[in-house]
């Protein structure tokens, strides 16, 4: 996969994909050089009972597999005030609500548990609710040159007991429905979105990144983004690209929310203002809302999968 240009790296990294998978390890560098990003403090008795809790005994992941390692900032985030806006706010200037149906109870706990292991574990891998023993690959394209995936060899799916995996699922295939068919399932436009945790808030959430690969245009979208663009029948139109990110939220007392941001809106408060524009890729950048977590990807004809930071 090719680098996207990351805004703090905009005069120095050509960008060659839209794809920002890779932008929460720029971020992560970043923070690193300057000093930000805090060491993960060690675990308490009462997390590490927590997180015995949550372990399922259908789950093939031993404790061990937890990279206790893992660093995650627990510093502000410059989209802090953006996710405050959209939990506050019922019509936020930059962004559309989207009606969600009502979960069965056992998909309500589950939420509440995932978003709940995400923030207080303090650790970007929530393991307990993957099928460790059900890894896939994840198909690449363009005879191997073309890696949709940050991890193409270590996918995961949920458990089938979470019933998370159909959760996101349904919401993957209800988008195009919702963005009045300016979004579609598929390698070029819809397939990925990032998890991510936002400790200031409590909230958790995944950023869906549509219109991922346009079609190279010499008058539209002068932009060549490498292997996965080829073929590409997605047009650039800048209306709708300003849409293509689409933000699902769990907040601290569990509710959710699914919202559709207009990245070209200006709303006049500097601290939400800084996370939006970006013409003419207008992409929300998932380390700029929290620590990075996992990325879950779907196609049609595949089950939805995870790959973990």
Not at 5 to 12: D, I, N, Q, R
Not at 90 to 111: C, D, E, M, W, Y
Not at 130 to 144: A, C, G, M, Q, V
């Amino acid at each position: 996969m090719g680098l996207p240009t990351h805004k703090y790296f905009l005069k120095s990294v050509p960008f060659k994909c839209l794809h920002s998978c890779t932008e929460a390890t720029a971020a992560i560098i970043i923070r690193r050089i300057t000093g930000n990003l805090g060491l993960l403090p060690l675990p308490t008795m009462h997390l590490f009972f927590f997180f015995l809790v949550l372990v399922s005994p259908a789950s093939s992941v031993p404790l061990s597999s937890v990279r206790s390692s893992a660093l995650a900032s627990t510093q502000p985030f410059p989209g802090d005030k953006f996710i405050r806006t959209l939990l506050r706010s019922h019509a936020p200037k930059f962004a559309t609500g989207i009606p969600l149906a009502v979960s069965p109870p056992i998909t309500q706990r589950n939420l509440a548990l995932f978003r709940t292991a995400a923030l207080n574990l303090n650790i970007t891998h929530p393991v307990t609710f993957l099928n460790d023993s059900r890894k896939f690959h994840y198909p690449i394209f363009e005879t191997t040159k073309c890696r949709l995936g940050k991890d193409n060899d270590n996918v995961t799916p949920f458990l089938d007991s979470t019933t998370l995996g159909t959760y996101f699922e349904d919401i993957f295939q209800m988008i195009p429905s919702w963005t009045n068919g300016d979004t579609v399932l598929s390698r070029f436009d819809l397939f990925h979105g990032h998890l991510f945790a936002n400790p200031s808030t409590g909230a958790v959430g995944v950023v869906f990144h549509s219109k991922e690969y346009p079609a190279e245009n010499t008058e539209t979208f002068p932009f060549n983004l490498g292997y996965c663009q080829i073929n590409s029948n997605v047009t650039f139109v800048q209306k709708i690209m300003r849409k293509r990110n689409i933000i699902w939220i769990i907040d601290d007392r569990d509710r959710t929310s699914l919202w559709r941001v207009d990245m070209g809106v200006r709303t006049g408060d500097s601290a939400v203002d800084t996370v939006l524009g970006g013409e003419p890729f207008y992409t929300l950048y998932e380390g700029s809302l929290g620590n990075v977590v996992a990325d879950l990807y779907y196609l049609n004809g595949l089950e939805l999968s995870v790959s973990l930071y």
